[in-house]
């Protein structure tokens, strides 16, 4: 059995449209069979079923909205004891450019719940699983909002979670053969806009990407052994120059003592 043959099987969350579905796509052509999770059942189906046509691959389906917990719980269960899984992709996500103060509650809880909570125990199901196998990878969809608070700070709040989870799992599990990525997508041209707020047309288009270029990107880095991938950043020295200050003002916040300028 070749290489190609033996991927073992993708998880794909968010995956009836957008850069969930280019997911889908692309790694159906690498070899992987795929489970494909979303909310909308026709739109899940139609992507399937073209998978399964183009590329020969067996392509599941489950239809579940990961803001309710009985339906991340059955995602959860499905991931955890499908022994063939080897890579997920934590792809499903809402946004949102409310502030705290005029934000609805429970929109807020459901956006945390998708960004932070279903991400975090997907993860939590699948690694246990990857680590016994010594295989595999996951792949966390962020976004560059993680760096900056312009946009909504629930929303960025959730994404900054994202990289710092990532990153941090990445440490856990250094010395395997397990893999963590965090990618950070600018601002893609998808249905992900629709519901957002935003209106596409009134951002810079020079920063705009289409699904299919990021996420060609995305499994580039991820094959380059990136754990943090920015697809839209020109010079990587950039990344790890800021890595390193971070690190260093990380360590300047340990004393013993209050600063003088508190005069405590």
């Known amino acids: ?22 997911y889908a796509d692309r790694l159906a052509g690498q070899g992987y069979d795929l489970v494909l999770v979303a909310r909308r059942a026709d739109r899940l189906q139609e992507v399937a079923d073209r998978l399964a046509y183009a590329y ?29 899984v080897t890579l997920l992709v934590n792809n499903a996500g809402m946004g949102g450019i409310e502030t705290v103060a ?11 719940k998708v960004n932070v909570v279903a991400l975090t125990r997907l993860t939590r199901a699948a690694l246990p699983g990857l680590l016994a196998r010594n295989r595999g990878a996951i792949v966390n969809i962020a976004s560059v909002v993680a760096y900056g608070i312009a946009v909504g700070g629930i929303y960025s709040g959730t994404k900054a979670y994202v990289v710092n989870f990532t990153e ?3 440490k856990e599990i250094a010395g395997t053969a397990v893999r963590a990525q965090v990618v950070l ?72 003592k209050p600063a003088t300028r508190y005069a405590v």
């Open 102 to 112: 005029d934000a609805d509650a429970d929109a807020a809880e459901s956006m945390i």
């Open 185 to 256: 997508p600018g601002p893609i041209r998808t249905e992900f806009w629709d519901a957002s707020g935003i209106s596409l047309d009134r951002i810079n288009q020079d920063w705009v990407m289409s699904a299919d270029d990021l996420v060609d990107a995305a499994l580039a880095g991820l094959a380059q052994g990136e754990t943090v991938t920015a697809p839209g950043l020109a010079d990587p020295a950039g990344l790890d120059t800021y890595l390193g200050a971070r690190d260093q003002f990380y360590g300047s916040l340990f004393a013993g």
């Open 56 to 84: 020969g691959r067996k392509v599941t389906t489950i239809v579940a909205d990961l803001a309710d917990d009985a339906d991340l719980r059955r995602v959860e269960q499905a991931i955890a004891t499908d022994e063939s």
């Open 168 to 170: 941090a799992l990445q």
């Open 1 to 22: 059995m070749s290489t190609k043959d033996n991927k073992g099987t993708a998880v794909i969350t968010g995956a009836s449209s957008g850069i969930g579905a280019v």
